[in-house]
């Protein structure tokens, strides 16, 4: 009879296998290891090449600095001469050309009247921002601002001994709707009462005082 006696403990046996629960492991544990040095790294290496842009580029805006804020100054300075010649080419563009309107009245009066009073007059408005009509849960949105309007009114004033009073002021009134009037002035016209008996004294009894009130189409201010 053959007997065979294993004289080898458990805890000796060794296991054939190339590779082994301890090994691989070993390998993972290695390769974590390796994974967070090359993490730590590179982040270094980020955060250095960061730190070195940053600190060339604060070298080079101290150098532009003060040239950056005078051309900011010289900026605003172009923005407010801007607005002021843009106020002034609204002036400009608006006013009215009294001069060449004056010369018309004058050759357009015949010699039976006489001009007692001459009134211009000129008014800006400025008109208010409407309310936004918006929900009030919505964000309110800006209304631009409407620009300013120019109004202006001419008034003449005189009297008159012509037997032919009233088609004389009316053929004056009637001058407004011509050139060089009818590109400016909306209207003419005579006020109600305001072509009436001359009440002096010493007035003749044919003469009448009249007043033709003109006025002139709005103009935007921009």
């Given at each position: 009879?053959?007997?065979?006696?294993?004289?080898?403990?458990?805890?000796?046996?060794r296991d054939c296998s190339v590779i082994t629960a301890r090994f691989i492991v070993s390998l993972l544990g290695s390769l974590v290891v390796a994974v967070i040095l090359i993490v730590?790294?590179?982040?270094?290496?980020?955060?250095?090449?960061?730190?070195?842009?940053l600190k060339e580029e604060t070298w080079k805006w101290g150098r532009i600095e003060a040239d950056f804020k005078r051309a900011q100054a010289l900026a605003t300075r172009r923005q407010a001469i801007e607005r002021v010649?843009?106020?002034?080419?609204?002036?400009?563009?608006?006013?009215?050309?009294?001069?060449?309107?004056l010369t018309a009245i004058a050759s357009s009066i015949p010699e039976n009247m006489q001009l007692t009073e001459l009134r211009m007059t000129s008014e800006i408005s400025v008109l208010p921002v409407a309310a936004s009509k918006a929900a009030p849960a919505a964000a309110p949105k800006a209304t631009p601002a409407k620009p300013p309007?120019?109004?202006?009114?001419l008034r003449l004033i005189g009297k008159t001994s012509s037997p032919t009073a009233e088609a004389d002021v009316a053929r004056l009134r009637d001058v407004f709707s011509e050139h060089p009037f009818s590109n400016t002035i909306s209207s003419a016209v005579i006020p109600p009462g305001a072509f009436r008996l001359d009440p002096l004294p010493n007035g003749d009894s044919s003469g009448r005082l009249f007043e033709i009130l003109c006025t002139y189409r709005v103009k935007i201010l921009r």
């Amino acid at each position: 009879m053959n007997l065979r006696v294993n004289l080898i403990d458990e805890l000796e046996c060794r296991d054939c296998s190339v590779i082994t629960a301890r090994f691989i492991v070993s390998l993972l544990g290695s390769l974590v290891v390796a994974v967070i040095l090359i993490v730590l790294g590179v982040t270094f290496a980020t955060s250095q090449r960061n730190a070195a842009a940053l600190k060339e580029e604060t070298w080079k805006w101290g150098r532009i600095e003060a040239d950056f804020k005078r051309a900011q100054a010289l900026a605003t300075r172009r923005q407010a001469i801007e607005r002021v010649a843009s106020d002034l080419d609204g002036w400009r563009n608006a006013r009215h050309s009294w001069r060449d309107e004056l010369t018309a009245i004058a050759s357009s009066i015949p010699e039976n009247m006489q001009l007692t009073e001459l009134r211009m007059t000129s008014e800006i408005s400025v008109l208010p921002v409407a309310a936004s009509k918006a929900a009030p849960a919505a964000a309110p949105k800006a209304t631009p601002a409407k620009p300013p309007e120019l109004s202006a009114s001419l008034r003449l004033i005189g009297k008159t001994s012509s037997p032919t009073a009233e088609a004389d002021v009316a053929r004056l009134r009637d001058v407004f709707s011509e050139h060089p009037f009818s590109n400016t002035i909306s209207s003419a016209v005579i006020p109600p009462g305001a072509f009436r008996l001359d009440p002096l004294p010493n007035g003749d009894s044919s003469g009448r005082l009249f007043e033709i009130l003109c006025t002139y189409r709005v103009k935007i201010l921009r």
